[in-house]
């Protein structure tokens, strides 16, 4: 009589782990990679944690209505980082990298026109599209 349950708790056994196992295909990398070397990472991932420092300061700036702290937090990240990013990483990351990227800088760029004329809200409108390009990057590339 037990053989009821038996069977039911084999099922659910069965399906959790039918589950487990797709979450497991899904967790399988599907990014491009980069194929960069240690020294490279370093520089890059650098790089990565100074756009995050200026997202941090870009929305600290409309948050107290401080438009030149926007303005500093943006530079840091806009043509300034495109020109310092070491030419060998550049030579190895692919055309759709560049294309998110590329355009990323100069949304920084623009943001620091925009601080000084635009409304708080307008700031941060356009600052969650600048992230949208950070997800987009994400979501299609590794370092290695
Ligand atoms: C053109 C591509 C691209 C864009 C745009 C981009 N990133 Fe990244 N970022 C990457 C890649 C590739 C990695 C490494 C991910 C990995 O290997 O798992 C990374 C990693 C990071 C990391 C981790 C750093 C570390 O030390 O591990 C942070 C933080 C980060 N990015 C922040 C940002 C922010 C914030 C933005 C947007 C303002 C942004 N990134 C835009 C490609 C990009």
């Not at 979450?23 to 990679?33: D, L, N, P």
């Not at 635009?118 to 990057?137: P, R, S, Y």
């Amino acid at each position: 009589m037990y053989l009821k349950y038996f069977i039911v708790l084999l099922l659910i056994i069965i399906s959790i782990n039918s589950w487990a196992e797709n979450q497991g295909t899904q967790a399988i990398e599907q990014r491009i990679s980069l194929g960069l070397t240690k020294t490279e990472k370093a520089e890059f991932l650098s790089e990565m944690r100074q756009m995050l420092a200026s997202i941090q300061g870009i929305i600290s700036g409309i948050g107290e209505n401080n438009p030149e702290k926007i303005i500093k937090a943006a530079r840091y990240s806009g043509n300034r980082m495109a020109r310092a990013t070491p030419k060998s990483i550049k030579l190895k990351t692919p055309k759709s990298f560049q294309e998110i990227g590329g355009p990323t800088h100069m949304m920084f760029e623009e943001l620091v026109i925009r601080a000084e004329t635009d409304d708080m809200e307008t700031l941060t409108l356009f600052t969650g599209e600048i992230m949208q390009q950070c997800l987009a990057c994400h979501e299609m590339f590794k370092v290695d």
